[in-house]
């Protein structure tokens, strides 16, 4: 009786604990974000920085503000996470495809090794002018600049995931009788199925960077034309602004990856 | 007592492996003769070959040289006559424990419906029936063990071929599932060939023991253990006198295949 409210004790007195740190680091974050736009602020204003390249918190909150209520950033974003979107859903459907051609071709897997490797060091982005003079400028060219930044390390991370199949788990299905196909879609493909996801995490990311990059060369829309069209006009009030902008939902869409993975793979496996 | 027909025959078996850096010599000469409703054991040093020779009779690994029959004819890898175990369970964590036992089902193309009745019914009889729904990463070693025993016999298998399936857990489980094992393959009167390197295992659970040595592997010694000690169960067995009798007498020829090498 006595251990048992004993034991009670110490578990309210742990969780109290738990949350007393957990309340001490939320409020060190918010102090340090309020310290940081604080000090931006007072220092654009006393001019210790140059507010024309660094602009005002204020000023970025206003245009925010007017941007959302009269509803004229949201093509922009629409066409931005179109394109990013598209891209990484491209790029890693993609390249699992290329992977599961090697895992099935071992020869062939080993013809295209070196290219791969090549083709992976090469900064792709570097195409993307042979690519808007081939599709013309547009939704296009941005898409498959992402695809191609996206598509090689893919088809590498989810080949060698495919190859390195637990031996164990194959023996298992052959000793049924599996065949080829089987073997691929019973235990190849499920046990790959944590890199795929981490292959769509660090695609989110790299589209980004596909898409932005492919919006400054070509777009009449989208975060990275806002971008450019701030450089040029020297508005970084726009720049800063849209840089928010794609911080957050960059970070939303991270995050959808990330329910879309516990959906998938719930129950096999502790969260 | 009536002439038990053969369930594997292995004649004249030799095995060469070769890859980049050359050859190595894994077998050689290997003769057998398993009867029908036997529990076999090979037991040896590591790298005596016991492991490959299973491999060849599950089908994973072609002979160099030999002969191999399963029931009179040639034998193929996949074959609904032969079960698999390893010495981890290899449970895939995606599926469920009842999808896990299904999978034989599932890879020969039998529609899942009507098999499920009879896997729940053989998830009870290893008393597994309550976490028919759980998932892998939810149980304790033995009990994926017992699951891995589902999945394999739910195909119904003639020969069951074991690969230190009971080397990984502690003591008590072992036995527990050497006994359960041993008893789940008498009562349904199935074939098996287990391979250890624990020789208090061998005696207790075989009916005959054939003894390994290495470079080249090879069967030294074959030791039939008598009715009155093979008919006890893992547990009983290891405490009858007879028990250190016949681990002694393995011990010393271990000892014997050892010193031979020196």
Request: with cysteine; net charge positive; aromatic share 10%.
């Amino acid at each position: 009786m006595s251990i048992q409210k004993n034991s009670q004790l110490l578990h309210t007195q742990f969780l109290k604990k738990e949350k007393k740190v957990s309340v001490q680091v939320i409020s060190t974050q918010i102090f340090i974000l309020i310290a940081f736009l604080l000090l931006w602020e007072v220092s654009s204003r006393l001019k210790w920085v140059d507010p024309l390249i660094f602009s005002y918190p204020s000023k970025i909150w206003t245009y925010l503000v007017s941007a959302f209520s009269d509803g004229s950033i949201y093509p922009h974003i629409g066409a931005t996470v179109l394109e990013s979107v598209v891209g990484f859903i491209l790029g890693t459907g993609v390249g699992i495809l290329i992977a599961t051609f090697l895992w099935w071709f071992p020869f062939w897997a080993r013809v295209i090794d070196p290219f791969l490797v090549v083709l992976n060091s090469m900064p792709k982005i570097a195409l993307g002018p042979i690519l808007i003079v081939m599709l013309g400028p547009g939704i296009q060219s941005i898409i498959v600049i992402t695809l191609l930044v996206t598509v090689i390390i893919t088809t590498i991370n989810i080949y060698n995931r495919f190859r390195e199949t637990e031996q164990g788990y194959l023996k298992v299905v052959q000793t049924f009788g599996a065949s080829r196909i089987q073997q691929f879609s019973y235990v190849v493909v499920p046990s790959a199925i944590p890199t795929m996801i981490s292959a769509l995490k660090v695609n989110v990311g790299l589209s980004w960077i596909g898409v932005i990059v492919g919006e400054f060369l070509v777009a009449k829309e989208g975060l990275g034309y806002l971008i450019i069209y701030g450089f040029q006009v020297f508005n970084f009030t726009l720049v800063l602004s849209t840089l928010f902008i794609i911080a957050i939902v960059a970070t939303l869409m991270y995050q959808a990856v990330n329910i879309f993975e516990r959906k998938i793979t719930q129950g096999w496996r502790e969260h | 007592m009536p002439k038990k027909d053969n369930m594997l025959t292995v004649k004249e078996l030799s095995h060469t492996f070769i890859n980049k850096s050359g050859t190595f010599h894994a077998l050689e000469g290997i003769n057998l003769e398993v009867k029908k409703g036997d529990f076999i054991t090979f037991v040896g040093p590591s790298g005596c070959g016991k492991t490959t020779l299973l491999n060849i009779i599950v089908g994973f690994l072609t002979a160099t040289e030999g002969e191999l029959l399963l029931d009179n004819k040639p034998l193929v890898l996949g074959s609904d006559q032969v079960g698999y175990m390893q010495q981890q369970d290899f449970l895939f964590p995606w599926r469920s424990i009842i999808d896990n036992v299904l999978i034989g089902y599932q890879i020969k193309g039998d529609k899942k419906k009507d098999k499920l009745n009879e896997a729940k019914r053989l998830l009870e009889e290893l008393e597994l029936g309550e976490i028919a729904h759980k998932y892998p990463h939810q149980l304790s070693g033995g009990m994926r063990q017992r699951v891995a025993l589902a999945r394999t016999l739910i195909t119904n298998p003639n020969l069951l071929l074991l690969d230190e399936p009971f080397s990984a857990l502690d003591m008590h489980i072992k036995i527990q599932l050497e006994q359960l094992v041993r008893g789940t393959l008498k009562k349904l009167g199935k074939t098996a060939i287990l391979v250890t390197h624990d020789i208090g295992e061998a005696v207790a659970i075989s009916d005959s023991i054939y003894i390994f040595a290495k470079a080249p592997g090879r069967i030294v010694k074959q030791i039939t253990i008598p009715e009155e000690l093979a008919s006890l169960d893992p547990y009983e067995s290891r405490k009858h006198p007879l028990y250190n009798q016949y681990f002694d007498e393995i011990w010393t020829y271990l000892d014997q295949s050892e010193q031979l090498r020196r």
